[in-house]
DNA sequence: ACCTGAACACCGTTCAAGT
DNA sequence: ACCTGAACACCGTTCAAGT
């Protein structure tokens, strides 16, 4: 097979779908591709996205760092197959047995689960090249289908998944954040310092929330549950929307 | 002043608000918070987030790399320096002087705005810290004194607030990712290879897109205007919702 | 009090050399 | 053909020393 990039696809892209030669001659091989991800992946897990260093993946394996640039172009390459990897879900029946909106919840519900299991996924940039790997696009199939039976266009639908996609993946990164191991903890004196600082007149619509305490130490802008809410808030509305184009697609 | 860190207030938050004393007397310093900021964000703007390392900041203010510390505890402090003072918003009018609905969208492409115009502050993580910085505080702020005519209850808003952003700001990095300088170009042949690799009955909703090369070259999930309808339709889609939960909470 | 210089413990990636 | 070892050009941050 010729070599892939020279149509401009990227390595990594050529690697997810099984375009690159694994000679069955010559020495074999001390690793694949499988284990090189699998790898990435337990030490993301384990540690973070910074934990991932070519040294720690090679080592893990046994080898020398120089190693895996036998099997990798480079070190972006390999977080391209781990995000691939990662964000693998579940199969799903097909054609859908559910109800569009049924299917709807359900795959923004498995997207987010996936990045929240695995919140080092949403340090990686999701990009073109994203969008031409193996469960990116099983993710835009399977919402497609859920859609078919909706009487919008196809770039009506194809924005559609991107909103969910992003909004579920977004909910995933707000709830990280505000609740998540990246705590501020800033005591109850700090606050009433700050709001002292700060003043009641700067803010006048947020002032009373710094003066009470409730910011971010309190009930807003900091459970977890909140964000339960406000994804399902932003699904609904979505949904709602999308309703509303099927009837008027209908005249 | 005390150590406002001994509250748990995070350094930059602190010198963003000007707790931090910085002594009119003794050896005049060489540096300000405002010059070292302003260095960074010249540097990222011309050669983004991973341009800005601390020998190059200082180098471009004609100091040592170790003379940054006395200014700023780390490279993390000075990154959310950088990422506040760049989201601050043009002055709005206050008390608003627009119907809610045309507030919320006047925020939401002033946001967008900010980070269509320096693409690397989405490279910086939004937290609780973020929150507590002066710029995102006045978002908020002027969010909710938007909201206020609304019969929506405080958590109500709060939600409201954090969908909106959330989406202006997914939407520019959208934008930057589907169509931006990270191109990747995969030329025609290469997307017909991939469509023979994966096959037509893999993924079945998905494939028409594939074959007819529209998938990423072509107009779905590419063009730059397409994000600016994705965009708009999800904020309408939100305003309809917000109109639904007044209605309700006159009730 | 402020700035400097040397040093430490890392990175990703190259390249020529081994087997 | 596959893996290794040394080397290169960087990082952020420490610490003791200068002025």
Do not use: C
Not at 23 to 43: D, F, K, L
């Amino acid at each position: 097979m010729a070599d892939p990039t020279e149509h401009g696809i990227p390595r990594a892209v050529a690697i997810a779908w099984g375009m690159v030669q694994t000679p069955q001659r010559g020495p074999s091989r001390g690793m694949s591709h499988e284990q090189i991800v699998a790898a990435g992946i337990e030490i993301a897990d384990a540690g973070g996205l910074a934990a991932v260093t070519m040294q720690r993946v090679a080592e893990s394996l046994g080898f020398t760092t120089m190693s895996l640039y036998r099997y990798v172009s480079s070190k972006d390459d390999l977080l391209l197959l781990m995000q691939d990897a990662a964000t693998r879900l579940p199969a799903a029946p097909w054609p859908p047995e559910e109800e569009w909106q049924a299917g709807i919840r359900r795959l923004a519900g498995e997207l987010r689960e996936a990045y929240r299991r695995r919140p080092w996924l949403l340090e990686l940039p999701r990009n073109q090249t994203t969008l031409l790997m193996p469960n990116s696009m099983a993710v835009v199939d399977r919402a497609l289908s859920v859609m078919a039976p909706l009487r919008l266009d196809m770039s009506q639908k194809v924005a559609v998944v991107m909103n969910i996609s992003m909004m579920a993946i977004a909910y995933a990164q707000l709830e990280l954040e505000l609740s998540g191991s990246s705590r501020v903890a800033v005591d109850p004196a700090g606050l009433s310092q700050l709001a002292d600082v700060i003043g009641a007149e700067r803010f006048p619509a947020l002032a009373p929330l710094l003066e009470d305490g409730e910011w971010i130490g309190g009930g807003y802008a900091g459970a977890s549950s909140d964000v339960d809410v406000e994804l399902a808030m932003g699904l609904e509305w979505i949904i709602a929307g999308i309703e509303r184009l099927d009837a008027a697609g209908g005249a």
